[in-house]
């Protein structure tokens, strides 16, 4: 006799408000194991993210880019709003 059948033949036997509590424990199983799957790819993400950058460390690319100014340059592309400013009328 099989596992599967193992557990159905004792779910049977159970009561029906029983059996409502095993099916709910099952899909809880369910996500549990989706949940684990889920984190396991963005683990697997990360570590891809991690050796991409340190070939890039390895290959230098970013050695002549001054990181200060590159990131003043990206900032003088976007009107930035501080929480002091009152007249919203010509921000939009």
């Known amino acids: 006799m099989s596992l599967d059948e193992i557990i159905q033949q004792h779910t049977k036997a159970l009561p029906q408000a029983l059996q409502a509590e095993v099916f709910d424990f099952v899909l809880f199983l369910e996500q ?9 790819d963005q683990l697997q993400r990360k570590e891809q993210l ?3 950058l340190d070939n890039s460390v390895e290959l230098r690319i970013f050695e002549d880019i001054d990181g200060v ?8 592309d976007r009107i930035l709003v501080t929480s002091n ?4 009328s010509n921000v939009y």
């Not at 549990?32 to 396991?40: D, G, V």
């Not at 100014?69 to 003088?76: K, S, T």
């Not at 400013?85 to 919203?88: A, G």
């Open 50 to 52: 991690k050796k991409a």
């Open 32 to 40: 549990k194991q989706a949940n684990n799957l889920l984190i396991s």
């Open 69 to 76: 100014a590159w990131q003043n340059e990206q900032r003088q």
């Open 85 to 88: 400013y009152t007249d919203c």
